[in-house]
Nanobody
Framework: QVQLVESGGGLVQAGGSLRVSCAAS????????IGWFRRAPGKEREFVAA????????YYADSVKGRFTISRDNAKNTVNLQMNSLKPEDTAVYYC????????????WGQGTQVTVSS
């Protein structure tokens, strides 16, 4: 089992920055790919970014590429998502999720943290 807890959400003006974090406990966190997803009101959940177990590979949705940066610290069991140049359309609940080797789908999910960007 893995427990994931997001933090760092809040209210920010357009153009501002925010960092959300994902803290993990339980099963060996360092072997998992960690992803960030978001769900905006009335919309489907969408992929935002992901980072491989070593941190050597990162992936971004086109909508956030160049503005968001994902990073991880396996010693601290945390993954951060630095969000810059925020736009109102980035408003959503942000979730982190873990996927272990051998699995296609993300198996463990956090409860989410709200990010609101005002115009």
């Amino acid at each position: 089992q893995v427990q994931l807890v997001e933090s760092g959400g809040g209210l920010v003006q357009a153009g501002g920055s925010l960092r959300v974090s994902c803290a993990a406990s339980g099963r060996t966190f360092s072997s998992a790919t960690i992803g960030w997803f978001r769900r905006a009101p009335g919309k489907e959940r969408e992929f935002v970014a992901a980072i491989s177990w070593s941190g050597g590979n990162t992936y971004y949705a086109d909508s956030v590429k160049g503005r968001f940066t994902i990073s991880r610290d396996n010693a601290k069991n945390t993954v951060n998502l630095q969000m810059n140049s925020l736009k109102p359309e980035d408003t959503a609940v942000y979730y982190c999720a873990a996927r272990f080797p051998g699995y296609v789908a993300y198996q463990y999910w956090g409860q989410g943290t709200q990010v609101t960007v005002s115009s």
